[in-house]
């Protein structure tokens, strides 16, 4: 008996060892010994569509991956959370955070040839704030107007140097500029090219464009493109890369396993079951980004029922989050406890509102003894999505357990988009808020993401309602919003957390709208690919991982045949 | 009295195609939003301005359809709306159709080159352990989905035994064994129904061919089994089997949306899904005109074909 438990206790360390190293070997892939081999191209399934490329074509996740092949951004983000320059060379700001100037790194061309210089960033930034739109010489720039709205100038001041004005002092304005992620350096000819901005994607990045439908974006490789490795040798090391849109897991698991696909990215909404498959497969590397993606339910403040606090308050007390994130993620995420995750720096427990079925039913009769209706409301799905319409009758029976009735709403996911910007649900849920930083948090909680300034550009044009169309939940809150302006101009990194953790407490309080769970993405790839996160940034340092946004294709590379 | 007869089959078609598309064309209409807003859902009031009188949207139904069948007979169908510009819907087509019209020609190749011999054997055989066997297992396929057998292909020839592979397409520029590699599985997915449907189609018509006296005699002149079934009952047998083929030709193109995802060949059926996920009107329209033009392209060869095919028909049909 004694043998055989020590016999144990040897297999336990053994297979916990085995274990912390298959772990390791997930987290941080590496095949330092190997030299990186040029040529050969890889095959990515990956599980959205292509949009567009233009500024108002929000390339979401792994198209947004596929996208960052052709386009790189003026910053990046560090696996600390740290925004460094990358595109740009230096940044330097006032000491009031309220003017920032950027310097183009030299040397770094656009795929039509053309340099990147202080007129490519004065257009870019231009474009995305909807100057150029107001001048009829560039398309709308979509949400990009409402992020980038405390610019209230941009200015040249060599040929090198672009000077930005803030209208509030923003000592993370860099996480602006980055915007998760999203913030290309396009060339001026795309943006300015008229019917062709949204098909022909021109930027600066390792992969230059062969051919983009809906559902295929192709890419090869840039002969000029302007990094090295630390050899000294040409990047990419890859010819080409085909993505290509799977929408089905299954098509994407089975081209993986067939050899099909070299690469395949995976959600924990509704595909955790198959990414679990595939960390057991010997033949795959599965790596996972960290849970800093916050799906939202957003319960609209502006309209009945929810223009109610015990109305709102009643859903978010309804929800068993813990019940929620076992049946439907199988434990892979973790519940919420907060409107963001933990890696956020506006993360407070405090206030957030947590299943109490009593208190929701509670809630809910206190709505009727106020408006004198009982609790009921429409919720959105995507229409032939099963994950979308289990997810929405997972909540549907949470609220039929308080009493609330909670009408199911098939549509599809354009009529989603279209109607919940102008925020015209009741409630719906959508994964917005996601990050360490606040850049892509703040839009989505603020009514006016231009800080009230009231002579902002496109503060007497049609495009004004950028300002306030991010925040779903379409609420006004002056107690959390003055918080967040106060964060955003408080340096000190201390003092700026609690700020922002006020807010969150705020608007947790006031059951603004509420989370369930947590998410990350995942991708596996097959043996045969190389350099997976290997490559650092040229200031030094590594990117994250994987994030929503997959990997960096840069200095991946592939093995035999 | 035969051209007038053609001439009629064809001024019947055309209507059909008119019923179509002028219908989609009036489904626009009837959006009760602007068609502008939501192909330009972040455009300017201006833009969606000039959209509106370029499409034709301010020229009310008839003017709009009338601008729209003018530009679609002249091959614009028009463009398909992004945020940033647009594309012309003809070069989407371009890489789609050729994807469409393989994987349907292939599927009906590969359907009526099995059905065909089983079905006039399975009547031949009729009633015997042969018969009932063939008959059974056609039977049991007929109620397989397409989907679940390419699922099944998938996991067994794409997974396990690593044959051919589970996405893409090649066109025949990359090679033809790349080209046909990727087809077998998409192709072999979708024939299975149609074996099964064409056979017993094909079983049934002979059976009752079989039972006519000029067969009786022919046995009786002696002439061989052979002939006679494909000689003198196989003809006037398949004109039932041609006229379903033709139906499903069309529905083929347009309508193997769940093949094409699986596989990832997306042909002309997800340009419709994407389309109407898109909320790309102009484009769906054009697309469904399309393929109205097809059904009705091969009715009409399979009404053609069916009067030489056996010449009764063709009598029958002028005559009523």
Known sequence: MKHLFRGGRRKVAAVMAVALVASLSQVAPTSAAETPKTGGTLSVGIFDSFPGYCMADNLANSSLMAGRTIYETWVEQRVDGKIVPYVLSAVENSTDFKQWKLTVRPGVLFHDGTPVNADALVTNLQA????????????????????????????????????????????????????????????????????????????????????????????????????KDPSGASLPYLDGITFTFLVETASRVSGLKSKSLDIAMFTSAGEVKQIRDLQKNKNMTVIESPEEYYPSIWLNNRIAPFSSKNARLAVSYAIDRVDYNK?????????????????????????????????????????????????????????????????????????????????????????????????QFQAMALLLMEGAGTAFIAPFITSDTSGGNQTHILRKTPLAVLYGILNLSAFTDTVSEDLIWQAKAEPNAAKRKALYGKATQQIQTEARLTTISYQKYALAYRTNVKGVGELGLTQGGQRKLMTNFGIDFTGVWKSGK | M????????????????????????????????????????????????????????????????????????????????????????????????????????????????IAIPLGVWSAYRVGRRTDRVISNVLFALSSVPSFAIALVLVLLVGVRWQLLPTLDYQPYSSGIWEHFKHMIMPVVSLSVGLIASYTRLLRADMIATLREDYITMAASKGLSDRRILWRHAFRPSSVTLFTSAALNMGGLIGGAIVIETIFATYGVGFEVFAAISGRQYIALQSIVGLISIFYVLFNLIVDVAAGYVDPRTRDRRINA
């Open chain 2, 2 to 113: 035969r051209a007038a007869y053609y001439l009629q089959r064809s001024a019947q078609l055309l209507i059909v195609v008119f019923c179509v598309t002028f219908g989609c064309s009036l489904l626009l209409q009837l959006i009760p939003v602007s068609p502008a807003e939501i192909l330009l859902p972040v455009g300017s009031p201006e833009e969606r301005a000039l959209l509106t009188s370029e499409i034709g949207l301010d020229r009310g139904p008839i003017g709009y359809y009338i601008k729209w069948l003018g530009e679609f007979v002249r091959g614009d169908f028009g463009d398909i709306y992004y945020s940033g510009g647009r594309e012309a819907v003809s070069s989407r087509l371009a890489v789609a159709f050729p994807r469409s019209m393989w994987l349907m020609i292939y599927t009906q190749v590969l359907a009526l080159a």
């Open chain 1, 327 to 423: 049946v439907r993620n199988r434990d892979y995420v973790s519940a919420a406890k907060s409107i963001v995750g933990p890696a956020n720096i506006m993360y407070n427990e405090k206030g957030f509102i947590q299943y109490d079925l009593k208190k929701a039913k509670d809630a809910a009769a206190a709505y009727k003894t106020e408006t004198g209706k009982d609790l009921e409301f429409s919720f959105p799905y995507t229409a032939g999505s099963t994950e979308s319409l289990a997810n929405a009758t997972q909540i549907q029976k949470y609220m039929t357990a308080a009493g609330i009735k909670m009408n199911l709403l098939p549509l599809t996911t354009a009529e989603i988009i279209q109607r919940a910007f102008p925020q």
């Open chain 1, 128 to 227: 995305l704030r909807g100057a150029l739109t107001l001048l009829g010489k560039a398309p709308s720039p979509g949400t990009a107007g409402g992020f980038t709205a405390n610019i209230t100038e941009v200015i040249k001041v060599s040929d090198s140097a672009v000077q930005v004005n803030l209208y509030r002092p923003q000592v993370d304005f860099l996480e602006t500029l980055y915007a998760s992620g999203r913030f290309f350096v396009r060339a001026p000819s795309q943006i300015l090219g008229g019917a062709k901005c949204s098909t022909t994607p021109i930027g600066t990045g390792p992969f230059k464009l062969v051919s983009t439908k809906l559902n295929e974006l192709v890419v090869t490789k840039n002969a000029s493109y302007w990094r």
